[in-house]
């Protein structure tokens, strides 16, 4: 069927054109990613960062970065940033509501897409752009992040993800063949929500007793656990936590409670003192903690390799070499955002090429010239209360120039946040700029928990 055009607009988000058409009369197909005839699988290279898996998703011609998330039904859209122009086709408003204490967000729902993530393809896509600029997981990254996307593309296909080579193989599960393997827990995952959020069951151990949970497999969490509080099922906030921002969602921020649970069990594998996050019960209103106890995270899953099989609703564990690392957390009390760009004076070798009369002589001359360079510029969104940092004096908003003698654009935003989580005893020592103003500041990183 020939559909015609009847009317189109568009709107400017972040520098990109993002052109909605609309048409008057709409085919759909389901949406299902495949790839190329006679293949039977692909290998995707994915950027591990906070926990997280980002992989390059082209939409109608256009290569984004996504967030590859198992807690997320649909294919969203936050943050657009490139000078390119995206057509987003068939396009209607709608709301939505996730984790966070805002009300929800206007989003365009659009149909009839096409999305390539590596050489496998949807056709008819549907995606959701989310119109609330505030929303958007770019500064907390420290890179650009444009979006997630979960069970549109892990319904199709078997994945084997390997966190500590950091590629994904993306197989026909009609040709897949499962290998023998001696060290690994194969499981049940069951699905909610119109079958396109996955849970898994697990224990945990609290003084002398283990806890059944039933936890949503949430890759698009960079934290460990998250627990939802039900004193029934005796699951409470241990004591000696302390009070933190626990991350973002699409409503806003999230706050809770931080701890340590004793061990942590799936399957035979047992991890202990597991950082552990309790949000606030207003944060996750109309979720049943009867039925659902809480989150998996990024940090808890990067410690094993998995296959993830949501056509026959099933999750493979094997632990790999970040299995035995130790549970880290943010002594500091600082959360720290990338804010843009700023133009640095920098200093190049280069080469000098000289002419002689028959001969070309090239000669290496150290040249000062007056390059101006973008580096990064970051900001701390967000002090805990009675923290070092807190303490010291440090507050929300301060830029962030140098860290212990070295310029604060000199760090990528992971390896800045790493200074905060390791040693504790680690003297901070931070100029920042306030109201116009430099000021110094020290302090020293000590846990809670």
């Not at 055009?5 to 197909?29: D, E, G, H, M, P």
């Not at 004193?231 to 409470?236: A, E, L, S, T």
């Amino acid at each position: 069927m020939k559909v015609l055009l009847s009317n189109f607009y568009c709107i400017s988000k972040n520098r990109l054109l993002i052109v909605f058409l609309l048409f008057s009369c709409v085919v759909v197909a389901q949406q299902s990613f495949q790839l190329p005839k006679g293949k039977k699988s692909d290998k995707i290279r994915f950027q591990l960062a906070n926990n997280l898996i980002v992989i390059p998703v082209t939409i109608n011609g256009i290569e984004l970065s996504f967030i590859l998330d198992t807690g997320v039904g649909s294919t969203i859209i936050f943050s657009v940033d490139n000078k390119e122009s995206l057509e987003l086709k068939n396009a209607s408003k709608i709301r939505l509501k996730g984790l966070g204490n805002n009300e929800p967000v206007e989003a365009i729902r659009s149909i009839n897409n096409e999305v390539r993530i590596g050489r496998s393809t949807s056709f008819n896509h549907k995606v959701y752009l989310i119109l609330d600029e505030s929303v958007n997981f770019s500064p907390r990254m420290g890179f650009p992040i444009h979006g997630i996307i979960g069970y549109d593309f892990f319904k199709d296909f078997i994945l084997e993800i390997n966190y500590a080579q950091k590629v994904i193989r993306v197989n026909d599960p009609d040709q897949y063949v499962y290998k023998k393997c001696k060290n690994c827990y194969q499981t049940k995952i069951g699905f909610r929500n119109q079958r396109k959020r996955p849970f898994l069951k697990a224990k945990y151990k609290s003084g002398e007793k283990l806890i059944d949970i039933n936890l949503l497999l949430d890759s698009g969490s960079g934290s460990s656990l998250w627990l939802f509080e039900n004193k029934n099922k005796g699951i409470v906030v241990t004591k000696g936590s302390f009070r933190d921002f626990l991350g973002k969602g699409f409503n806003g921020d999230i706050y809770g409670q931080k701890t340590k649970i004793e061990e942590l069990h799936i399957g035979d594998f047992k991890l202990k003192e597991v950082t552990t996050s309790f949000p606030d019960s207003v944060y996750i209103q109309g979720i049943s903690s009867e039925k659902r106890q809480g989150s998996l995270g990024g940090n808890v899953l990067r410690r094993f390799n998995l296959i993830v099989d949501y056509p026959n609703e099933r999750i493979s564990f094997k632990k790999n070499g970040f299995f035995s690392k130790p549970f880290h957390y943010n002594m500091s009390g600082l959360t720290i955002q990338h804010t843009g760009f700023t133009a640095v004076t920098d200093y190049s070798e280069k080469d000098r090429v000289y002419l002689g009369i028959n001969k070309k002589i090239s000669k290496k001359t150290l040249e000062l010239s007056n390059l101006f360079v973008l580096r990064p510029n970051y900001e701390i969104s967000d002090v805990r209360p009675n923290s070092p940092a807190d303490l010291a004096g440090l507050k929300k908003g301060d830029v962030i120039l140098e860290i212990n003698g070295k310029k604060g654009y000199e760090y990528k935003l992971s390896d800045l946040n790493e200074l905060f989580y390791y040693e504790e005893g680690k003297k901070i020592k931070m100029k920042i700029r306030r109201l116009g103003i430099e000021i110094r500041y020290q302090f020293i990183l000590k846990k809670v928990i």
